[in-house]
């Protein structure tokens, strides 16, 4: 039944004393009964996984925990974690929507037969709020797919000239509403203005070296320490300070990846001089996560190269091409990798590393002028 055993760690919230399970008098976030009404929709889903997390984080409750749709795991301080690797609903469609812990675990020990499984929830659920949509396809998620997303998460200091004369509570509203991503400030970090910046020693009588180099606002960037609120009004120049998480459904972002990913390898193949492109995507021979884009064979009119991001460095490989050329039997070229000679990265006999896009167009022509002469 299983095509293999599950040994992954499970990682517990931090939960010394285990508490009986015990719905009396608890709210409907609680019981099993509020949690199977939340499942009717996904807003609904979505703001019972907010109820618990505020009445956790911030009320400090106790909570009973549950496991819900097979997937996912909500547990006593607020979290909803999801499980990642054995995921039980994929294994037993027939798991109930909404399990006490011990009737979640009693379900998979009866279910899991003589192998023992193990199964690791990620501390966060990963779960778009019902109003994101996804770049790629422009739908968003329901309680049938909410799991299969893949999110990207970045900061970004966006430009808030639209907003001069109106309030940063309205710059924010503005940003809440938006159905590309989630878009939130932080108030340690809100807004960044060249007349912010103040050059003036912080401690102007230092008691110790570091002291001296450090000035009263090196960036321009302000925040609530300094008095921003919701009030301020936003000035020409004005930049904000995002956090924004994008959310694509696990083909979509697969899509994505490989089309961007292809279009800035065309690129500098082109630039190269390489004319007769064409480019087939293969597996990341380095790392297979969602968030690394895949791999390309790219024939030319000289044969195929392999290329494809290995962390910092783009991985460029022209073994094909040397099998190619001796397979026809014409004369070997001399060794490719001689151009390489004075570059002191990571290199084999038919492989280099180059550190960035410009070093791999500028690695790339050489192998095309080598080639075409
Ligand atoms: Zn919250
Ligand atoms: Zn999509
Ligand atoms: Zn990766
Ligand atoms: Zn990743």
């Known amino acids: 039944m299983f095509e293999r055993e599950v040994s992954d760690v499970i990682k517990f919230s931090i939960d010394k004393k285990q508490k009986e399970h015990n719905e009396e008098g608890q709210p409907w976030y609680d019981t099993k009964e509020g949690i199977l009404n939340s499942l009717k929709s996904f807003p609904d889903l979505v703001q019972m996984i907010e109820e618990r997390h505020t009445a956790g984080y911030c009320r400090n409750e106790r909570l009973n925990q ?18 990642q690797g054995f995921i039980p609903k994929e294994q037993f469609a027939d798991i109930p929507d909404v399990l006490t812990k011990d009737e979640f675990w009693d379900f998979i020990k009866k279910h899991q037969e003589d192998k023992e499984l193990m199964i690791s929830f990620v501390l966060q659920s990963d779960m778009p709020l019902p109003n994101i949509t996804c770049p790629v396809c422009g739908k968003g998620w329901d ?87 919701d009030d301020y009004v936003i000035q020409k120049g004005d930049e904000g300070f995002f956090n924004i998480w994008a959310y694509y459904h696990g083909v979509c972002n697969r899509e994505h990846l490989e089309k961007t990913e292809e279009q800035e390898f065309r690129k500098i193949f082109e630039k190269a001089g390489f004319q007769d492109i064409r480019m087939s995507a293969i597996l990341n021979q380095y790392c297979g996560c969602d968030h690394c884009a895949p791999w390309f064979n790219v024939n030319t009119e000289f044969g195929t190269i392999t290329i494809g991001w290995r962390k910092r460095v783009i991985n460029i490989d022209w073994s094909k091409v040397e099998e190619a050329s001796q397979a026809c039997g014409e004369f070997p070229k001399p060794n490719i990798i001689s151009l390489f000679a004075d570059e002191d990265v990571t290199k084999g006999q038919a492989y280099i590393h180059a550190w960035g896009w410009e070093k791999a167009q500028d690695y790339l022509s050489r192998i095309h002028s080598h080639l075409a002469s």
């Not at 020693?201 to 008691?207: A, D, H, I, L, V």
């Open 143 to 229: 309680i049938q797919n909410c799991h299969d997303t893949v999110v990207w998460h970045k900061t970004d200091a966006i430009s808030l000239t639209d907003f001069v004369g109106k309030t940063l509570g309205q710059v924010k509203q503005h940003y809440n509403q938006l159905t590309n991503a989630i878009y939130r400030m932080q108030s340690d970090i809100l807004i960044r203005n060249d007349r912010f910046i103040d050059l003036s020693p912080k401690y102007p009588k230092p008691e110790h070296d570091w002291q001296k180099r450090i000035v009263k606002n090196q960036n321009g960037w302000v925040s609530e320490k300094d008095g921003i609120t």
């Open 66 to 83: 549950f496991y819900v749709l097979g997937r996912y795991w909500l547990d006593s301080c607020g979290n909803c974690c999801k499980a």
